[in-house]
């Protein structure tokens, strides 16, 4: 057995940030982190990294706030900036959505999240590029932020590295069992490396790994995008992020511009098998590599919002996979039938918000200790026996994408 028999395979913010809590629990020594590429090379670094813990489901919103915890701890440990910018989170709607705003305000409400009914004018101030005539109401959370998703991950890292964990460049070509048991990984390059523990964190790419072993994962990797405008002085720095619910369209500033995507009616899915291990110059439609058709197809409901679209420059399309699942949990957790499996993927567009628990939980369960959050629902093996590839099922993991309407 080697001395390091804890195999992290990704080196992305799921990886990342179960490294760093197993690394924070004395277990360092014992971590390896095998990535094939650079770390955070994947979506990690193509994220629009919106953080908010205003979610539906309790123990997403758990998740979420134990990232805010994670980032606080590593900023005093690094003494460093990885780009959080507490700026909050404006949910603007139209009458006829108001009970939407009204439900997040009560979910704010019974997590004890600080939240504040804005008027017109007070909203505005936070988004001057919103068009007054386009809401009704807004509710605003003052401590929802956004980051800088590189330098979070790598961040995660380097804090792992110093308290001993290791990093290497090799792809895993396979998880290798042995009765009922992992027994370790097999690498690209031909060699072996035993194990007792290993953590399947390999992102868009972790069925092709998982279905192997007889574990499909629920998931399939959905095109997540976003367009950056021109900058122009109606994006004040400091400026909310904007959810709005009504359009299923985000909002951020970004450096004297605006970041914001709308969520397509329907979402390009891919089967992972195809996907390249590289994602630079990756798109999910080559017909449409700009983005341009699918920003006309929602230019409609965003330009009364936002009527800088018209005659603003776009200067940026970022696009990439996240895995969403048909009923919207994670899929996060101890692989049934296989000691010593463990899945960190499934993060449905929320990835970054939710690393610092994904991590947390990861290692409260490899530890052996009490699950901050219940384990079940995000179950890497809910679905049992099914084909993730199967038409009908990326159809229904693209269907999630589309109705999701918060951050
Ligand atoms: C356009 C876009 C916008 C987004 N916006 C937000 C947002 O606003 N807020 C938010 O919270 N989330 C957002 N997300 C989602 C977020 O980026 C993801 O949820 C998160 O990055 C997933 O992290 P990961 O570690 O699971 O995957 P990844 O970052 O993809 O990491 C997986 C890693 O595994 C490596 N790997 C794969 N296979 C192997 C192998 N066989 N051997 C070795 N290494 C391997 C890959 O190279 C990769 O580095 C967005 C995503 C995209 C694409």
Redesign the pocket.
Known sequence: MNERDILI?????????VAYELARHGLGERVLV???????????????????MVRDDPGQIALARQTFRTMAELEQELGEDIGRRTVGALHAAPASHLAVLQARAEVAAAHGIASTWLDKAEALARAPWLAPESFDHAVFFPDEC?VE?YLF?TALLRAAIARGVRCEA????RVVVDTGRVWGVE??DGRRRAASVIVN??????N??SVDLGLPLPMAPV????WISEPAPIFPRDGAIVLLPAIRA?A?PEVGALLF?IRERQPAVADARTLP???AGFVFDPDDADGWANLAEGADELAPCFPALNTLGIAHY??????YTPDRQLVVGAAPMIAGLYV??G?????????GGVGRLIGELIRGAAPFVDPQPSAPGRRGAFDPYAPDFLAACAAARAGKTS?
Request: proline letters at 4%; glycine letters at 16%.
């Open positions: 395979v990704g080196g992305g913010i799921f990886g990342a940030a095998l990535e094939r590429l650079q770390p955070a090379a994947g979506a990690t670094s193509r994220a629009a990294a919106l953080l908010t956004y998703p991950a090799s792809e895993v070509k690498l690209a964190a390999a992102g868009a790419w972790a092709r790994l095109r997540s995008q976003y985000y951020r995507g291990a590289d994602l970022l696009t990439g996979p996240s895995n960190a993927s993060c449905n567009g929320s990835g970054i918000s939710f690393a951050g």
